[in-house]
């Protein structure tokens, strides 16, 4: 068998002996056969690059790092490619065997590898495990060609909606939690899509948001009612795809209702302010309702805050902010059902009811459907 001493000879690293070693055909999957299988995914990018987006799944073994390829980059664009190869291997080869004994625990899986567009990063960790013995394949297209696949999948039509709507802290996401077949976009972007949404969380990149939307997506019935959360076309910092805003916008709206008592309950247990993080960030948030509060009630608030009176705090911003844009944004919408939310699990087992009756009154339109196109 060969091993890893036939790239990392003794003698001084050249582009031929480079080019060498990469001589001959490698194993190499589609994207949509990569996503397919049951696949361990390996991405070499840095990881920057892994950061603002990657496939689900995968696991980071970066190549080099972010300095590293700035500089092979540079060599590329004002010597030439040799030059970048020879470059690539001379900060590489000291760590070679380090990389190899990272992967170690992972040698009896089917291994598939990613870089930026299937080129030489990945082609050459594809080569070096598959003559130490590994099982391995090189992802054709790399994550280029995975950012194409996935825009393609969001243009796809969307299944019917079932969306639900509700004032600030009903219990939306609790609810939809408790459902089957749901969307949680809140979820997928890990923001509850608010002014004070981010805080305890760590919000996707968009990238990183579409890729869990197609994999969810991917697992969900494609002609069945979904439930989802009723949402604008942001979640935090992340867009939500055109083909989901506008299945929400022709889907069969819900509005959950609570007391005020009850929603303030939830936001105080959902937020749990307790630590000095959460409070300065909250109090940075607080500060820029200004314009819309006032100084004297941004104060009251501040003071609140400080003070751990978290439930008036809440009261508050529900009554003079959240609730009267709230109102206003729904002022026009038509819901086809009106439930309490003061009982999650009852809520929810009658949103299942609706559901299972709006799919029975689904198959039988399509079934009158039919018959008429034969009269």
């Not at 709006?358 to 034969?374: A, E, G, P, T, Y």
Request: charge should be neutral; proline fraction near 3%.
């Amino acid at each position: 068998m060969i091993n890893s001493d036939s790239l990392s000879a003794q003698t001084k690293p050249s582009a031929k002996r480079i080019e060498d070693f990469l001589k001959g055909g490698l194993p190499a999957l589609s994207v949509e056969k990569a996503l397919a299988e049951d696949m361990l995914l390996l991405d070499v990018r840095t990881a920057e690059e892994f950061a603002k987006g990657s496939i689900p799944g995968a696991r980071s073994f970066p190549l080099f790092d972010d300095l590293e390829r700035a500089e092979i980059g540079t060599i590329y664009k004002q010597v030439g490619r040799d030059a970048a190869v020879v470059k690539g291997l001379e900060f590489f080869e000291p760590r070679l065997q380090q990389f190899l004994l990272s992967l170690s625990a992972i040698k009896s899986q089917q291994l598939v590898v990613y870089c930026a567009r299937g080129g030489m990063r990945s082609a050459s960790v594809v080569r070096l495990l598959e003559e130490n013995g590994f099982r391995v394949s090189q992802m054709q297209g790399g994550y280029k060609y995975y950012r194409q696949f996935i825009l393609q999948q969001l243009e796809n039509p969307t299944p019917p909606l079932i969306v639900l709507h509700g004032q600030t802290g009903v219990g939306k996401t609790l609810i939809l939690q408790k459902l089957p077949d749901h969307l949680d976009l809140e979820g997928l972007a890990q923001h509850r899509s608010s002014l004070f949404g981010a805080i305890h969380k760590t919000p996707r990149t968009q990238k990183d948001f579409e890729a869990l939307l197609v994999k969810k997506l991917s697992q969900l019935p494609e002609d069945l009612f979904l439930f989802v959360e009723g949402e604008s076309r942001k979640v935090g910092q992340v867009f939500i795809p055109q083909s989901i805003a506008n299945a929400m916008k022709s889907g069969i709206l819900v509005l959950l209702k609570a007391s005020l008592e009850t929603r303030i309950s939830r936001i105080v247990e959902e937020y749990n302010i307790c630590d000095e993080q959460s409070i300065q960030q909250i109090d940075s948030i607080l500060q820029s309702l200004k314009v819309a509060l006032g100084k004297v009630k941004v104060e009251q608030l501040r003071l609140w805050l400080k003070q751990g009176e978290i439930e008036n705090m809440v009261h508050m911003l529900l009554v003079d902010y959240y609730d009267p844009r709230y109102q206003h944004a729904m002022s026009g919408y038509d819901f086809e059902l009106e439930l309490s939310a003061e009982d999650l699990k009852q809520a929810a087992g009658e949103l299942i009811t609706f559901r299972n009756q709006m799919i029975v009154n689904h198959c039988q339109q399509s079934v009158s459907n039919v018959w008429l196109s034969f009269i």
